[in-house]
């Protein structure tokens, strides 16, 4: 019901949606590499992250202080074993553009581990709860056919109200839809094999993001890394999104 609502404010979020385009400059994915391996015990683990901006480590400079890159490390400083990891995705990314150019065009090499990091977009670009339950239903039942032994790991869209980027009000009207978004997303997550991790808590958004106020920085993306390390591993159950 709110979800429906927040259509009565679609106004206002176009209206605060240019302002703060018009005020943040547009980042691009981190350099280095997308694929790299950490030192350990045969036999390896393998680690896909796939989904938006990111995804491929946007907001910061070096890929190795990146999302996937960090949570290789930590995986491997866990467990002792060699972890081969791989980040795919791009810039403004949707759960629908994933399945349909992102995923196809993957090898199937044997990834045993896979994390989701997709909704943001769905979610800022308006898009209903029944599209968003189709598209990213659609890339879970794609992930479980192509790899259906990996573990696979949906983090929740997070909370646009601690972005500084965002206006209080445009943050609040996307609150509301991502709040749906989640709900869907761990219904679909229970429903299709796949775990969904609890939210990230932003405790500190001075540090946790970069200069445009909106994608994590280098500490950002060590904060998510270590959030999401026990449920990749299978250390913690499924949470409420």
Known sequence: MLAFLTWLAFPIYVWQGLGVR????????????????VGGQAPAISLLVVGDSSAVSVGIEQSEYGLAAQLAGLIAERTGRAVRWRAAGFNSATSGQIRDYVLPNLSSGPWTHIVLAIGTNDTKNFHSVSRFK???????????????????VWSPVLEFTRAPAMPPLLGRILEIRATEMNRMGERLCNERGAIAAARLPIT???????????????????????????FVLGDKASSPA
């Open 22 to 37: 018009r005020r943040t400059t547009r980042m691009l994915p981190a350099q280095g590499p997308v694929m790299h391996e």
């Open 134 to 152: 189709k598209e990213f239903g659609g890339l879970l039942y794609a992930l479980r056919a192509k790899w259906p032994e990996a573990r696979v």
């Open 204 to 230: 500190n958004p001075e540090a946790g993001f970069a200069s445009d106020g909106f994608h994590a920085s280098e500490a950002g993306y060590r904060a998510w890394a270590e959030h999401l390390l026990d």
